[in-house]
């Protein structure tokens, strides 16, 4: 019925279906419609069960559709098999901005897939992959994408198993990336060798504004010594509590369109950095 009515109406901007169990079975209809949808702009699908051929489908609109800019897929079992009609799917679009996929089963294959759909899509703002199974390798998949991507400001790579080596593999780019404004590594187990890593990224980047690296398991003297060195580098105002051992698995949010997700908890502290004026 929702699918037929989206097919002659063309008043709806905005479209949230979240958490409605649609699974593969339902998303069909609705993908025929959003094809050849003129004004819909906005679709949450997150928590709706939606698997590799619901993906498919999703993945299928997204190469014909222009008129979507932001879209989440957040919490349904993309898992690595799906990643990779996404990644086919960034290849060909040129309007989507913002894109949601955190707790989303993405491992190191997926985050393979999307990397090199990064290397040429121009359209992608917004990126969230938190609460992702990648860990360190799917960070140095990502890299190689942000040496060369040019348009991504905002990455969420949050409780993605990332650790000290994902962390250096990040601050390389860091150092060549021009694009990158806002990147949260929360609750990621980067240690104090990851801190030195992002220490040294920030004597060469002059982009980043705000980093979020609660949580991230700095431990000792050392360590706490590089967070002095990152304060003489930048103006920040930090906090840091002990990392969460096991995240809470995101319920989707109620509003469509998130600034940040996901929910973090009242003990979540981002670090905002401004660069001292010379």
Same mark, same amino acid.
């Given at each position: ?8 109406n063309?008043?709806?901007? *905005? !479209?949230n ?30 928590? $709706?069960? +939606? ?19 932001? !879209? ?23 309007s989507?901005?913002?894109?949601? !996929? ?9 985050? *393979?897939?999307i990397?090199?759909?990064l290397?040429?899509?121009?359209? +992608? ?21 942000l040496? @060369?991507?040019t348009? !991504? ?30 990147i ?5 187990? @980067? ?7 992002i220490?040294?990224?920030? $004597? ?5 504004? @705000?980093?979020? +690296?609660?949580?991230c ?5 050392i ?12 103006? +920040? ?11 809470? =698995?995101? =319920? ?13 908890? $009242? ?12």
């Amino acid at each position: 019925m929702l699918a037929k009515a989206l097919i002659t109406n063309s008043a709806v901007t *905005k !479209l949230n279906l979240s958490s409605n169990s649609i699974t593969d079975f339902g998303i069909k209809n609705l993908c025929n419609a959003l094809k050849v949808h003129p004004t819909i702009s906005h679709i949450s699908l997150s928590a $709706n069960r +939606i698997a590799r051929e619901g993906i498919i489908l999703i993945s299928q609109v997204l190469k014909y559709n222009r008129s979507i800019i932001e !879209l989440d897929l957040s919490d349904n079992n993309i898992m690595d098999s799906g990643s990779q009609f996404i990644s086919d799917a960034l290849k060909c679009n040129s309007s989507l901005t913002k894109l949601l !996929l955190y707790h989303s089963g993405i491992g190191d294959l997926g985050m *393979k897939a999307i990397s090199n759909a990064l290397k040429s899509n121009s359209s +992608i703002v917004h990126l969230d992959l938190s609460y992702s199974r990648f860990g360190d390798k799917g960070a140095e998949y990502l890299s190689s994408a942000l040496n @060369i991507n040019t348009t !991504l400001s905002h990455l969420n790579l949050a409780y993605s198993n990332i650790g000290s080596k994902g962390a250096k593999f990040l601050s390389e780019s860091l150092k060549l990336n021009t694009a990158i404004t806002e990147i949260t590594l929360a609750d990621n187990r @980067i240690g104090d060798s990851g801190i030195d890593s992002i220490s040294r990224a920030l $004597n060469a980047n002059t982009i980043l504004t @705000i980093l979020d +690296i609660s949580g991230c398991d700095v431990m000792t003297k050392i360590g706490q010594r590089n967070l002095e060195m990152i304060k003489n580098k930048v103006m +920040i105002n930090v906090e840091f509590r002990k990392p969460v051992t096991v995240p809470q =698995r995101p =319920r989707a949010s109620s509003r469509f369109s998130p600034t940040t997700s996901p929910n973090l908890g $009242n003990s979540s502290i981002v670090v905002r950095t401004k660069k001292k004026e010379a």
